[in-house]
């Protein structure tokens, strides 16, 4: 399951998740605002994919900009780089990849377009590439939470479609799999887009992985059966305090496991850990369009007239969150000083 393939043409395929699980269709983008239009409408979607595609998206404008000098050619990139972060406010991966093409643009010491170009090209490679090895190593150290034999509850889709490979939360599930764990996935359907239902629950069962979808409003007595022996997630932007947003219902789903005692893991590469936030009060949740709760499947479901809020996202406060799982370790409390530790190491380490 490629979410995204550069191709040597120089144009940027996209694998389009709205037509999952019935059609498998791949979106072929030469400019960046036909990536930009592909986050929006959630063609690509999951915070670490969007970051890998947007700075797919630069490398696509650096590859079409005619401009008389350099510093007039970095500043029709810093325009496309504005547009593509503007596309999602919530996951912090986004502005964080398009940062990252920037300073690697803006620190190539050359007047070549074509040295400018092939280096917003580089380095979007290799965000690609450290995300998959990023969560491979997350899979691995987040496996050892996962006891044999356990029945995991997981939310939305933080799988290989969110990233740009292997998954977060799906590939901590991956790698106990794959150590010989007999283990099982409750997917919530996760309205109203359904990306438990369409997603998960297609990756796992493409994986043999036994999974079992509910509707988000069982999960409850499925807890209260005895059912679950862990709720593990993904995120889409985590504070310097370690509370997370992720997809709406994630909240729901920590009060519950905090009720019954079921331990609440959240999986997450360090990108997406913002230091200069200290509450989840601070995270713009985005909302979005009416029509994706007022309609399923092309059906209206809710009367003409009717008011809807549609928030695409809600925070969970620290205190429910029982461990944060990065490609660097495994996080716990007390966040604000293990958090900071977490990301100043992966830090020096790339600088080393």
Same mark, same amino acid.
């Given at each position: 399951?490629?979410?995204?393939? &550069?191709?040597?043409?120089?144009?940027?395929?996209?694998? /389009?998740?709205?037509?999952?699980?019935?059609?498998?269709?791949?979106?072929?983008?030469?400019?960046?605002?036909?990536?930009?239009?592909?986050?929006?409408?959630?063609?690509?979607?999951?915070?670490?994919? $969007?970051?890998?595609?947007?700075?797919?998206?630069?490398?696509?404008?650096?590859?079409? $900009?005619?401009?008389?000098?350099?510093?007039?050619?970095?500043?029709?990139?810093?325009?496309?780089?504005?547009?593509?972060?503007?596309?999602?406010?919530?996951?912090?991966?986004?502005?964080?990849?398009?940062?990252?093409?920037?300073?690697?643009?803006?620190?190539?010491?050359?007047? /070549?377009?074509?040295?400018?170009?092939?280096?917003?090209?580089?380095?979007?490679?290799?965000?690609?590439?450290?995300?998959?090895?990023?969560?491979?190593?997350?899979?691995?150290?987040?496996?050892?939470?996962?006891?044999?034999?356990?029945?995991?509850?997981?939310?939305?889709?933080?799988?290989?479609?969110?990233?740009?490979?292997?998954?977060?939360?799906?590939?901590?599930?991956?790698?106990?799999?794959?150590?010989?764990?007999?283990?099982?996935?409750?997917?919530?359907?996760?309205?109203?887009?359904?990306?438990?239902?369409?997603?998960?629950? &297609?990756?796992?069962?493409?994986?043999?992985?036994?999974?079992?979808?509910?509707?988000?409003?069982?999960?409850?007595?499925?807890?209260?059966?005895?059912?679950?022996?862990?709720?593990?997630?993904?995120?889409?932007?985590?504070?310097?305090?370690?509370?997370?947003?992720?997809?709406?219902?994630?909240?729901?789903?920590?009060?519950?496991?905090?009720?019954?005692?079921?331990?609440?893991?959240?999986?997450?590469?360090?990108?997406?850990? /913002?230091?200069?936030?200290?509450?989840?009060?601070?995270?713009?949740?985005?909302?979005?369009?009416?029509?994706?709760?007022?309609?399923?499947?092309?059906?209206?479901?809710?009367?003409?007239?009717?008011?809807?809020?549609?928030?695409?996202?809600?925070?969970?406060?620290?205190?429910?969150?029982?461990?944060?799982?990065?490609?660097?370790?495994?996080?716990?409390?007390?966040?604000?000083?293990?958090?900071?530790?977490?990301?100043?190491?992966?830090?020096?380490?790339?600088? /080393?």
């Amino acid at each position: 399951m490629e979410t995204m393939r &550069w191709l040597e043409e120089g144009l940027l395929e996209l694998l /389009d998740q709205t037509g999952l699980p019935g059609t498998v269709n791949y979106l072929k983008c030469g400019d960046y605002r036909e990536v930009a239009t592909a986050i929006k409408n959630l063609s690509v979607r999951g915070a670490p994919a $969007i970051g890998v595609a947007a700075a797919y998206g630069l490398a696509l404008a650096a590859g079409n $900009i005619e401009a008389e000098s350099r510093d007039a050619y970095i500043d029709r990139v810093r325009e496309a780089a504005v547009e593509l972060a503007a596309t999602r406010p919530t996951a912090v991966n986004l502005c964080w990849a398009v940062e990252r093409v920037m300073r690697r643009l803006i620190s190539t010491q050359s007047d /070549d377009p074509g040295v400018l170009r092939h280096a917003v090209l580089d380095e979007a490679h290799a965000i690609r590439r450290e995300d998959e090895s990023g969560n491979r190593r997350m899979g691995e150290f987040g496996r050892e939470l996962i006891p044999q034999g356990a029945r995991i509850l997981t939310h939305c889709n933080a799988g290989a479609l969110a990233t740009a490979g292997y998954g977060t939360a799906l590939g901590v599930i991956r790698a106990a799999r794959a150590e010989g764990k007999d283990i099982s996935v409750f997917a919530g359907e996760t309205r109203p887009l359904l990306q438990g239902a369409r997603l998960t629950a &297609w990756e796992m069962y493409q994986e043999g992985i036994p999974v079992t979808v509910i509707t988000d409003n069982m999960a409850g007595y499925l807890m209260a059966k005895g059912m679950v022996d862990l709720v593990l997630v993904g995120a889409d932007r985590i504070t310097s305090s370690g509370d997370v947003a992720n997809k709406i219902g994630t909240y729901s789903l920590a009060v519950l496991a905090k009720e019954h005692n079921i331990p609440f893991y959240v999986a997450a590469p360090v990108s997406t850990v /913002d230091l200069s936030l200290t509450s989840g009060s601070e995270i713009q949740i985005e909302e979005r369009d009416m029509a994706e709760v007022t309609h399923l499947a092309g059906q209206q479901i809710v009367p003409t007239g009717v008011q809807v809020w549609n928030p695409a996202f809600d925070v969970t406060p620290a205190r429910l969150v029982a461990a944060i799982i990065t490609e660097r370790g495994i996080v716990r409390p007390p966040y604000p000083q293990n958090l900071k530790k977490n990301i100043l190491t992966s830090q020096s380490e790339e600088a /080393d």
